[in-house]
Antibody
Framework: QVQLLESGGGVVQPGGSLRLSCGATGFIFSNYGMHWVRQAPGKGLEWVAFAWYDGSNAYYADSVKGRFAVSRDNSKNTVYLQMHSLRGEDTALYYC????????????WGQGTLVTVSS | QSALTQPRSVSGSPGQSVTISCTGTSSDIATYNYVSWYQHHPGKAPKLMIYDVTKRPSGVPDRFSGSKSGYAASLIISGLQAEDEAVYYCCSYAGAHTGVFGGGTKVTVL
């Protein structure tokens, strides 16, 4: 079955950088787009970023555009989220999700990795 | 990319039906038939319950159904059960390969 395992979270100072990773198993990784979705403490879900199946295109929420970059290595079945210029409002649990083969929905989710931006 | 609007909470007794609304704009729900719903229990990963407005993934009970009219989508839970108590989020495609979630609705089983 599909499994997604995020890693790389931690505590970082404002203005700092962090790279999250998400390893995928149980499906043909190179056939699917991959997304990152986050949840700030006590808040709802927020879509963050989307990488095409081949990594040729990437799309971002306005709140992270210009600061975050999503990429993938299909030879390692892994998607990444590089985060720069981190702010307090980026503090959240970051989920990796598998995209759909048509439409727009997230049919599998990881357990999340926690990013805390604090001095 | 403004968040979709959901009620903060709804409640019902076991066996009753509850409806969760999700209101968007002409940039998302009104234009695209790509509304999905997720069930989120505390400490667990969100779970897809409905996609493409009305479709149910395999394994999701048929007590869960979805609909859409104009700027709003709805999730209906019929025959409410104790295990349905969770936070539910709607999500819509918003064009240009972006998406937007609602703020979440806490369903309480009385």
């Amino acid at each position: 079955q599909v499994q997604l395992l995020e890693s790389g979270g931690g505590v970082v100072q404002p203005g700092g950088s962090l790279r999250l990773s998400c390893g995928a198993t149980g499906f043909i990784f190179s056939n699917y787009g991959m997304h990152w979705v986050r949840q700030a403490p006590g808040k709802g879900l927020e879509w963050v970023a989307f990488a095409w199946y081949d990594g040729s295109n990437a799309y971002y929420a306005d709140s992270v555009k210009g600061r975050f970059a999503v990429s993938r290595d299909n030879s390692k079945n892994t998607v990444y989220l590089q985060m720069h210029s981190l702010r307090g409002e980026d503090t959240a649990l970051y989920y990796c999700t598998k995209g759909s083969d048509s439409g727009w929905y997230f049919d599998s989710w990881g357990q999340g990795t926690l990013v805390t931006v604090s001095s | 990319q403004s968040a979709l609007t959901q009620p903060r909470s709804v409640s019902g007794s076991p066996g009753q039906s509850v409806t969760i609304s999700c209101t968007g704009t002409s940039s998302d729900i009104a234009t695209y038939n790509y509304v999905s719903w997720y069930q989120h229990h505390p400490g667990k990963a969100p779970k897809l319950m409905i996609y493409d407005v009305t479709k149910r993934p395999s394994g999701v009970p048929d007590r869960f159904s979805g609909s859409k009219s104009g700027y709003a989508a709805s999730l209906i839970i019929s025959g409410l059960q104790a295990e349905d108590e969770a936070v539910y989020y709607c999500c819509s495609y918003a064009g240009a390969h972006t998406g937007v979630f609602g703020g979440g609705t806490k369903v309480t089983v009385l």
